[in-house]
């Protein structure tokens, strides 16, 4: 779990937008704080960003919140918030095989999720060209065929990656893993603090 | 960091090499050729003609009042071409040194390169002793001059970006920190060395000593890059390595510069100190600084080349080499404002620059450092023979001692400090690699060299102490940083080969951990790169790309740039290969659940000439809405597994294609479409070969270029069929479209936004053919890649 120190510190300008709640945000183990999507959409910096969308679901996204049940919750509270951000931890030096290998499961578990938009496990190839069209949508003059061949391309790859008899329904979880088998992402998805101290307490 | 040599005559250039006078070649600098040269005729045109003489009057006068000999048939006039012969004498020695190292394998595996280059210049250097000439010695002129700048640039010019700017911290704090420390440890304990070590050594005084250790400090990049090049170790060593030899430049320049000033003074003050602290800032950033204003004008320039292709690659090297030398200038960092403008440039120039200038501008660089490498490594063998040494067993063993210990010492203490601000902490392996990669070499001598015999008497000793320290580190370290790497276990490259997946989940964890970043409101590392990005999209990108390719995304570059180089490895192996049997048997019944009839595929194979080429053309039209709706129409929208089975079919369609008709160069359709890519096309840098047609506006102009003229498959692009079986007619309407279309290479795994010539809207007919010539880049310099592919 991260620190909720840290993470109160980070959460100031989210809960600058936040509902209601906002003089119980000073103590550092508020779990009143209560997070909708409008809260998200409201951060300015986020505008530019091309998967916002994505982002903004991947919070609400019940499966990574490690809820039994499917769907997208309405709102998210703090816990649920350092939930999310843990996903995005940096790895220790003192981490085993077996620790590390969950680790990047995890985190690979969470991209996944980003990509199958619709909760049924596998990412078929519309969804997939729906990635790459929304990574190309800062490009207005762009058109859409040109995103949904490189998303063709990008298929037939896996499938050749993957096994031919897997793809065609769409690119399971195991499948995923296998194509980042290259990319190191454990050391990629993170994101670090300025703060040292409160990262030590962490642990 | 250079002193300016003098010439000693203002009609010869300068020698190259400092040959010592001796009886048997002629004094040089002398103004009669006539007289001194060992012609065998004195005709009187001869004077007339000669270039570099002076008194014509003289030869014609002389002629006259000698008595008239015959007229000579054959002459020799050494001296004439004195200059350049040997030069390309020894041009020619290196590259043949290098070949003969690749012929014989098991030698070079063992041994790395730049031993046996060393090796081979002692031996000839003995061999030139032992004739009785003197041997030439390295003159710091030409090192710094001629023989750095093209291996700093190549190393510069195809830098993994991402990785340098992801370790830049690291990097600076080992450069800077680390060769500090370096130069005042060795050069105090040397002081201390020389206090206690007897008459000989008593007179060497403090600064002297730091003067010394700041030239030795340094890790040398030429050494680095010619020992970590060959045991392909994994790409965050390299580039930590790497990256501290090009940056400690600054450093040594500095401190190099302090030095041999605060020689001179009686006393150093404390603003003296001030000073040098001040300078280090100065000739850093200066050398930055000046490296992209360069690199700024050298984009800019390459926006308007659309005419001249064939000068494209000279404005690259001419304007980098400009940075190198006013960064000299000012006594700026030369390496840096090198690299600098390498950087700075490279990804506008390749939006810009036609593919053949690409590709020219990458062998002319990986040529030049290769020779410029070997020939640096020669003379180090050559120079230890002919200069004059000094051994002192002290000085020299203590030297090395210190040396050794200095860098580990340096790279265990920073390591440790480093590690706390790291995500990705070094391991004890990885300490270990780094100390032990510290070589130094070519640049340590010729700084040397350069001390002045006035200030520094000593300075034999130096230099016999300087060229034992290269010769253990190139050797010992060099030969054994091999097993060593294998014995520990250090990770390799991966040869990763680069795939449009990872290109998309890269931009997608970018843009993800940007966003997390911004909900946290924490601005990271992630941050101000996004914010880079954009900036550069919305005004640089403007400035320095000339056209549309401007708004070109990243992502739509990359996919062309991996099918251009799906479809050149598919021609260059010589045939369809492996990629349709395997995309079409395999991929056709899993990608196509429904029952698609294999009879389909059948037709396709045995279609006729015209329907490849309809069914290629088709998918590289240029992007107008007609072709997009017809195409549209034509194939089954509703089946998304249909489409990816057109395009793959396209793709052996294209590659058949290829194999039968290429014998030219490859060139790769310029638009965003769906596209498999992969057309063939005239060889188009030369903008008098291509002739646009006045009345096909808004055509697509193909020129497809066999061996006859006139096309036999000109088709009718408006009259596609949809369904692969049965051709159509070839229709005589639209005869000898002509198709413009791009290609870009594939950059070099690791660089970042590499933008590349691409789509767009343009029409067509004010489109350059751009022609690709190979495979692209990888990180290793491809000697062993065909130039031309096989076709031709």
């Not at chain 2, 040269?37 to 003289?58: G, M, V, Y």
């Not at chain 2, 070079?108 to 003995?126: D, F, Q, R, Y």
């Amino acid at each position: 779990r991260l620190c909720r120190q840290l993470c109160t510190k980070a959460m100031t300008p989210l809960s600058q937008k936040s509902s209601g709640t906002s003089d119980q945000l000073h103590q550092p183990r508020c779990v009143c704080f209560l997070c909708s999507k409008e809260n998200f959409d409201s951060i300015p910096d986020l505008e530019f960003n091309p998967i916002r969308g994505k982002i903004v679901h991947a919070f609400f996204d019940k499966r990574n919140l490690r809820q039994e049940s499917d769907g997208l919750a309405d709102e998210i509270n703090f816990e649920d918030f350092l939930t999310i951000m843990s996903y995005f931890r940096p790895i220790e030096m003192n981490m085993d095989e077996e620790q590390l290998d969950r680790f990047r499961k995890e985190k690979l578990k969470f991209l996944f999720h980003m990509y199958d938009s619709d909760h049924d496990g596998k990412i078929t190839l519309q969804e997939y060209r729906n990635v790459v069209e929304e990574l190309l949508s800062g490009n207005p003059h762009l058109e859409k065929e040109s995103a949904r061949s490189i998303a063709d391309g990008a298929m037939m790859e896996a499938a050749s990656i993957c096994g031919p008899d897997q793809v065609y329904e769409g690119i399971t979880f195991e499948d995923f893993l296998k194509m980042w088998q290259g990319i190191d992402i454990e050391t990629k998805m993170h994101v670090r603090f300025l703060n040292m101290e409160t990262i030590a307490h962490c642990y | 960091c250079i002193a300016s040599s003098s010439s000693t005559h203002p009609l010869y250039p300068a020698p190259f090499f400092h040959y010592p006078p001796s009886s048997c070649t002629p004094p040089f600098p002398s103004p009669t050729p006539l007289s001194s040269c060992t012609s065998l005729c004195t005709a009187p045109p001869l004077p007339l003609i000669h270039p570099l003489n002076k008194q014509p009057a003289n030869g014609s006068g002389e002629g006259h009042a000698k008595p008239r000999k015959a007229f000579p048939v054959l002459g020799i006039d050494y001296t004439h071409v004195r200059i350049p012969f040997e030069i390309s004498l020894w041009i020619l020695l290196a590259c043949l040194m290098k070949l003969g190292f690749h012929v014989i394998p098991s030698v070079s595996n063992i041994v790395p390169e730049s031993c046996l280059l060393i090796v081979v210049g002692l031996l000839v250097g003995g061999l030139i002793k032992g004739v009785g000439e003197k041997p030439p010695i390295l003159k710091s002129d030409i090192f710094f001059l001629f023989l750095l700048p093209p291996i700093i640039l190549d190393a510069g010019y195809f830098l993994p970006l991402r990785q340098f700017t992801e370790n830049l911290g690291t990097i600076l704090i080992f450069a800077v920190v680390g060769t500090l420390w370096n130069a005042f440890f060795l050069g105090g304990l040397m002081y201390a060395v020389c206090q206690l070590g007897g008459p000989g050594l008593n007179h060497i005084g403090l600064l002297a000593n730091l003067l010394f250790g700041s030239i030795i400090s340094a890790v040398d990049p030429v050494a680095v890059l010619a020992v970590f090049e060959e045991i392909h170790i994994n790409e965050l060593l390299h580039i930590l390595v790497f990256g501290e030899s090009l940056l400690n430049d600054a450093v040594t320049v500095v401190l190099y510069h302090l030095f041999e000033e605060f020689a001179n003074f009686e006393q150093v003050t404390i603003i003296d100190i001030i000073l040098g602290f001040l300078s280090f800032f100065v000739v850093s950033l200066g050398g930055v600084f000046v490296g992209v204003i360069y690199g700024v004008i050298a984009a800019f320039t390459s926006r308007f080349t659309s005419h001249i292709r064939v000068i494209e690659p000279l404005f690259v090297f001419l304007y980098s080499y400009m940075a190198y030398l006013s960064a000299e200038l000012f006594h700026l960092s030369g390496i840096m404002a090198l690299i600098a403008s390498g950087v700075v440039m490279r990804p506008y120039v390749e939006a810009n620059i036609s593919h053949k200038s690409h590709t020219t501008i990458k062998y002319f660089l990986k040529m030049w450092s290769s020779v410029s490498e070997t020939l640096i490594f020669i003379f180090l063998g050559v120079s230890t023979v002919a200069g004059h040494h000094y051994w002192n067993w002290t000085f020299v063993i203590s030297t090395l001692l210190f040396c050794l210990i200095a860098r580990v010492l340096g790279v265990l203490v920073l390591t440790w400090f480093i590690n706390k601000f790291r995500i990705v902490k070094l391991t004890p392996k990885d300490q270990f690699i780094i100390a032990y990669g510290g070589l130094r070499g070519a640049i340590a001598f010729s700084l040397c060299y350069l001390l002045d015999y006035k200030h520094f008497g000593m300075r034999d000793m130096f230099l016999t102490a300087i060229i034992t320290v290269i010769f253990f580190t190139v050797f010992v370290q060099g030969m054994t940083i091999r097993p060593l790497v294998d014995l520990l276990a250090v990770k390799k490259k991966q040869e990763t080969k680069r795939s449009i997946n990872e290109e998309i989940h890269t931009q997608f964890l970018d843009h993800l951990l940007t966003g997390i970043e911004d909900i946290c409101g924490h601005y990271g590392h992630h941050h101000w790169k996004d914010k880079l990005n954009r900036f550069n999209k919305k005004y640089v990108k403007k400035c320095l790309i000339a056209g549309e390719r401007s708004k070109e995304p990243q992502l739509i570059a990359f996919y062309h740039k991996m099918e251009m180089k799906q479809a050149i490895e598919l021609v260059e192996s010589g045939g369809i290969g492996k990629i349709p049997s395997a995309v079409s048997t395999v991929s056709i019944q899993n990608i196509n659940p429904k029952t698609l009839p294999v009879e389909r595929i059948l037709p396709a194979l045995s279609k006729d000439k015209e329907e490849e080429i309809r069914k290629i053309l088709r998918n590289n039209l240029q992007k107008t809405r007609q072709r997009l709706r017809s195409y549209n129409r034509h194939t089954l929208v509703a089946d998304p597994y249909e489409e990816a089975w057109n395009q793959m079919l396209l793709r052996r369609q294209k590659a058949r294609q290829l194999e039968q008709k290429m014998n030219n160069y490859l060139t790769v359709p310029a638009h965003k479409l769906d596209s498999p890519t992969m057309s063939r096309a005239r060889i188009g840098s030369d903008p008098l070969a291509y002739e646009p047609k006045a009345d096909s506006e808004n055509l697509p102009i193909i020129t497809i270029d066999p061996a006859s003229p006139q096309s036999p498959e000109s088709v009718d692009l408006m009259n596609e069929e949809p369904k692969g079986c049965g051709g159509l007619p070839p229709s005589p309407e639209e005869d000898e479209e002509g198709l413009v279309m791009r290609v870009k290479e594939p950059s070099s795994p690791g660089t970042d936004d590499v933008f590349t010539p691409g789509t767009g809207d343009s029409p067509s007919n004010q489109r350059m053919l751009r022609c690709l010539s190979d495979p692209g880049p990888r990180p290793e310099p491809e000697e062993g890649e065909p130039f031309i592919p096989k076709g031709q």
